[in-house]
């Protein structure tokens, strides 16, 4: 016996139909739920909110603070991380290397601590400074 071709979908066109007729069949729950419910089904409403949200007049634009430089002869390993892309690790790494090999003498010889390359060290020029401890 042959199929009639008429008759046959492919998978994507089963799962539309499976998807269309459960969005049918949860239309018809609905409507039946509706009937049952003596003021139907709730509503929305919108409430007011439980904190106050101020004015757009009277937020006052902050000032962002100035970028603080950070000393990486004296600066401890918290202090590091405070840097963009200078993580515990890394931190740790430029602490073991200054204790190993003394304070650092330019920002250049920041290259030699495992972890920072010459890339990270031109995002970090800004942000740091090289000074007898």
Do not use: C, W, Y
């Amino acid at each position: 016996m042959r199929e009639n071709p008429m008759f046959t979908f492919n998978r994507k066109e089963q799962l539309a139909l499976i998807i269309l007729s459960a969005i049918l069949l949860l239309g018809v729950v609905i409507t039946f739920l509706e009937g049952f419910l003596d003021n139907g089904l709730p509503e929305f409403e919108v409430r007011k909110a439980a904190v106050e949200v101020p004015e757009r007049s009277d937020i006052k634009p902050s000032k962002p603070e100035p970028p603080r430089i950070v000393n990486i002869n004296t600066a401890s390993a918290k202090e590091l991380q405070t840097l963009p892309k200078i993580g515990p690790r890394t931190a740790s790494l430029i602490v073991e290397h200054r204790t190993g090999n003394g304070p650092f003498t330019s920002l250049e010889e920041l290259t030699a601590a495992h972890g920072i390359g010459s890339k990270t060290l031109e995002r970090l020029r800004p942000l740091i400074t090289v000074t007898p401890p």
